[in-house]
C-alpha cells in the first residue's frame, strides 16, 4: 500500500489529485470547527452519553454532534436517501427501467437522491432540535428552531457537495471519504485519553495492548473478507454472430463473500436505536414512556445476551436481504443461458439458477456470522478490556475505515495501471512511425 501511494505522489497529476483530496479534508476539519448558535454543549455531551442513536451518529461525523457544529447530522441523510433511493429501484418498475437507460436515467435517480437527502436533513434537523429543546440544550422560540434547521440542513447538502468534488477531482468514491475522515478524525483525541488513563493508573497497560491485539485482529479479518471472493467456473462455446465467429473459452463468475457490506449493520442499528429516538419525544412521566425507554435500555446491544442474540439475527436477516437484492441468480441464468456459456456439470436454465443461489447462500451466511460477529465486538472489547475510550474496535466504524481504506488504494491502483497502459500506447506509437519513416526512406 505505502509503495503505491509513494509510486503515486510521483506523478504529477495523481500528486494533485491526492492533494486535493487532504485539501478537502482541511475544510471538512474547519467546518467540524465552526458551531451552530444557541447551544449548551454540557448538556449535549450528558444526552449523548446516554447510548442514543445520536451518540452513534457523533462517531461517524467525528463529534460535529457533540460540538453541534454547522456540520452536526453528518453525510448521514444523504447515505440514507441513497440506500431507500437502491431499495425503490428495486422496488419500483419505473425506477428500474429508468436505472437502465445508461447515464441520463442515472442523472435522474441522483437528482431524486438529492431530493430526498434535503427532506430527510430537515426531517432529522427538526427531531434533534425538538430532542436538544427537550433536555434544555437548545432555548429559544421560532426563529431559533428556522435557524437550526437550515444551518444543520445546508451543513449535510454542504458535505455532499464536498463529496462529489472529491469524486470528480480527487481519487476514490468521496461520499465514503469523508466518513472516513469524520470517523478518524476523532482518533488522536481518543488516544490521548487513553494514555491519560495509563498515567493516572485507571486502565492497565496490558489492557491497552489486548486492545490493540484485537485491534489488528479485527481489520486482518475485515481485509480477508471484504476481499474474498468466490469463483464460479464458466464455460463459454463458439458462437457465429454476423459474419464473425467467437471464440470459445473458460472465465469465471465473481461473488464477493461480503456482498452487502456494512448495510446490513446499520440497518440493524437504526431498528434497534429507533425506540431509544422515539422515546426521546414522549414524556417520561407517563406509564406509555416509561415502558419505551425500560424497552430501550433492554434493546441495547452489549446490554444482555437477548439483546444481543436480537441484534445479531437482524444483521444476518438484512445481510441475505442486502446480498438478494444485488444478486438476481435467474437473471444470471437467462443471461448465461443467452450467450451460449454454461457452467461446467451443471445444465443450463432452472438448474443454474438452482446453484447459484445455493454457492450464494452459504458464503453469504459466512458474511452474514462474519458482519454480527464484528458488530458485537464493538460492545463487547470494553468489558473484555476495561478500555472504553477507544472507539474504532470492532463495530461499524472500523468497517468503515478499513473498506474505504481498499477501495481507494484499488482506485489508485487502476490510475498508476491506466497511465502505463497510456504510456506504452504512446511508447509503442512513437516505434511505429520511426519504423514507418525509416522505411520510407
Same mark, same amino acid.
Given at each position: 500500500?505505502?509503495?503505491?501511494? +509513494?509510486a503515486?505522489?510521483?506523478?504529477?497529476?495523481?500528486?494533485?489529485?491526492?492533494?486535493?483530496?487532504?485539501?478537502?479534508? !482541511?475544510?471538512y =476539519?474547519?467546518?467540524?470547527?465552526?458551531?451552530?448558535?444557541?447551544?449548551?454543549h454540557?448538556?449535549?455531551?450528558?444526552?449523548?452519553?446516554?447510548?442514543?442513536?445520536?451518540g452513534?451518529?457523533?462517531?461517524?461525523?467525528?463529534?460535529?454532534?457533540?460540538?453541534?457544529? +454547522?456540520?452536526?447530522?453528518?453525510?448521514?441523510?444523504?447515505?440514507?436517501?441513497?440506500?431507500?433511493?437502491?431499495?425503490?429501484?428495486?422496488?419500483?418498475?419505473?425506477?428500474?427501467?429508468?436505472?437502465?437507460?445508461?447515464?441520463?436515467?442515472?442523472?435522474?435517480?441522483s437528482?431524486?437522491?438529492?431530493?430526498?437527502?434535503?427532506?430527510?436533513?430537515? /426531517?432529522?434537523?427538526?427531531?434533534?432540535?425538538?430532542?436538544?429543546?427537550?433536555?434544555?440544550?437548545?432555548?429559544?422560540?421560532?426563529?431559533?428552531?428556522?435557524?437550526? =434547521?437550515?444551518?444543520?440542513?445546508?451543513?449535510?447538502?454542504?458535505?455532499?457537495?464536498?463529496?462529489?468534488?472529491?469524486?470528480?477531482?480527487?481519487?476514490?468514491?468521496?461520499?465514503?471519504?469523508?466518513?472516513?475522515?469524520?470517523?478518524?478524525?476523532?482518533?488522536?483525541?481518543?488516544?490521548?485519553?487513553?494514555?491519560?488513563? /495509563?498515567?493516572?493508573?485507571?486502565?492497565?497497560?496490558?489492557?491497552v495492548? !489486548?486492545?490493540?491485539?484485537?485491534?489488528?485482529?479485527?481489520?486482518?479479518?475485515?481485509?480477508?473478507?471484504?476481499?474474498?471472493?468466490?469463483?464460479?467456473?464458466?464455460?463459454?462455446?463458439?458462437?457465429?454472430?454476423?459474419?464473425?465467429?467467437?471464440?470459445?473459452?473458460?472465465?469465471?463468475?465473481?461473488?464477493?463473500?461480503?456482498?452487502?457490506?456494512?448495510?446490513?449493520?446499520?440497518?440493524?442499528?437504526?431498528?434497534?436505536?429507533?425506540?431509544?429516538?422515539?422515546?426521546?419525544?414522549l414524556?417520561?412521566?407517563?406509564?406509555?414512556?416509561?415502558?419505551?425507554?425500560?424497552?430501550?435500555?433492554?434493546l441495547?446491544?452489549?446490554?444482555?445476551?437477548?439483546a444481543?442474540?436480537?441484534?445479531?439475527?437482524?444483521?444476518?436477516?438484512?445481510?441475505?436481504?442486502?446480498?438478494?437484492?444485488?444478486?438476481?441468480?435467474?437473471?444470471?441464468?437467462?443471461?448465461?443461458?443467452?450467450?451460449?456459456?454454461?457452467?461446467?456439470?451443471?445444465?443450463?436454465?432452472?438448474?443454474?439458477?438452482?446453484?447459484?443461489?445455493?454457492?450464494?447462500?452459504?458464503?453469504?451466511?459466512?458474511?452474514?456470522?462474519?458482519?454480527?460477529?464484528?458488530?458485537?465486538?464493538?460492545?463487547?472489547?470494553?468489558?473484555?478490556?476495561?478500555?472504553?475510550t477507544?472507539?474504532?474496535?470492532?463495530?461499524?466504524?472500523?468497517?468503515?475505515?478499513?473498506?474505504?481504506a481498499?477501495?481507494?488504494?484499488?482506485?489508485?491502483e487502476?490510475?498508476?495501471?491506466?497511465?502505463?497502459?497510456?504510456?506504452?500506447?504512446?511508447?509503442?506509437?512513437?516505434?511505429?512511425?520511426?519504423?514507418?519513416?525509416?522505411?520510407?526512406?
Amino acid at each position: 500500500m505505502l509503495e503505491q501511494l +509513494i509510486a503515486a505522489m510521483a506523478v504529477p497529476e495523481l500528486r494533485k489529485r491526492v492533494q486535493f483530496v487532504f485539501l478537502m479534508f !482541511a475544510v471538512y =476539519v474547519l467546518a467540524l470547527h465552526i458551531p451552530a448558535t444557541g447551544v449548551n454543549h454540557d448538556k449535549i455531551d450528558e444526552l449523548l452519553k446516554s447510548g442514543t442513536l445520536f451518540g452513534a451518529l457523533d462517531v461517524f461525523s467525528g463529534g460535529a454532534l457533540k460540538k453541534f457544529s +454547522i456540520i452536526a447530522m453528518g453525510i448521514m441523510p444523504y447515505i440514507n436517501a441513497s440506500i431507500i433511493m437502491q431499495l425503490l429501484t428495486v422496488a419500483i418498475p419505473q425506477l428500474q427501467a429508468l436505472s437502465k437507460e445508461g447515464e441520463s436515467g442515472r442523472k435522474q435517480i441522483s437528482k431524486y437522491t438529492r431530493y430526498a437527502t434535503i427532506g430527510l436533513a430537515i /426531517v432529522q434537523a427538526l427531531g434533534l432540535h425538538t430532542l436538544f429543546a427537550r433536555s434544555g440544550a437548545i432555548q429559544g422560540g421560532l426563529w431559533t428552531t428556522i435557524t437550526v =434547521v437550515i444551518t444543520l440542513t445546508a451543513g449535510t447538502m454542504f458535505l455532499m457537495w464536498l463529496g462529489e468534488q472529491i469524486t470528480e477531482k480527487g481519487i476514490g468514491n468521496g461520499v465514503s471519504l469523508i466518513i472516513f475522515v469524520g470517523i478518524m478524525v476523532s482518533i488522536p483525541q481518543q488516544i490521548t485519553q487513553t494514555i491519560e488513563l /495509563v498515567r493516572v493508573g485507571a486502565v492497565s497497560p496490558f489492557a491497552v495492548l !489486548a486492545v490493540l491485539v484485537l485491534f489488528l485482529a479485527t481489520i486482518v479479518a475485515i481485509i480477508y473478507m471484504t476481499q474474498g471472493t468466490r469463483k464460479i467456473p464458466v464455460q463459454h462455446v463458439k458462437r457465429i454472430v454476423g459474419n464473425r465467429m467467437s471464440q470459445g473459452g473458460s472465465s469465471f463468475l465473481p461473488f464477493k463473500v461480503n456482498t452487502a457490506g456494512v448495510i446490513p449493520v446499520i440497518f440493524a442499528m437504526s431498528i434497534l436505536y429507533f425506540p431509544a429516538t422515539f422515546a426521546q419525544f414522549l414524556p417520561p412521566t407517563t406509564p406509555f414512556g416509561q415502558f419505551v425507554q425500560d424497552a430501550t435500555r433492554w434493546l441495547e446491544p452489549g446490554r444482555s445476551g437477548w439483546a444481543s442474540l436480537i441484534y445479531a439475527l437482524l444483521i444476518l436477516f438484512f445481510t441475505y436481504f442486502y446480498t438478494a437484492i444485488q444478486y438476481d441468480t435467474n437473471d444470471i441464468s437467462d443471461n448465461l443461458k443467452k450467450y451460449g456459456s454454461f457452467i461446467p456439470g451443471i445444465r443450463p436454465g432452472k438448474d443454474t439458477a438452482v446453484y447459484l443461489d445455493r454457492v450464494l447462500t452459504r458464503i453469504t451466511l459466512a458474511a452474514a456470522v462474519f458482519l454480527a460477529g464484528i458488530a458485537l465486538i464493538q460492545y463487547w472489547a470494553p468489558q473484555w478490556t476495561g478500555v472504553s475510550t477507544v472507539t474504532l474496535v470492532g463495530g461499524t466504524s472500523l468497517l468503515i475505515v478499513v473498506g474505504v481504506a481498499l477501495e481507494t488504494m484499488q482506485a489508485i491502483e487502476a490510475q498508476m495501471a491506466m497511465r502505463n497502459y497510456e504510456g506504452f500506447i504512446k511508447a509503442s506509437g512513437q516505434t511505429g512511425g520511426g519504423f514507418a519513416r525509416a522505411g520510407a526512406r
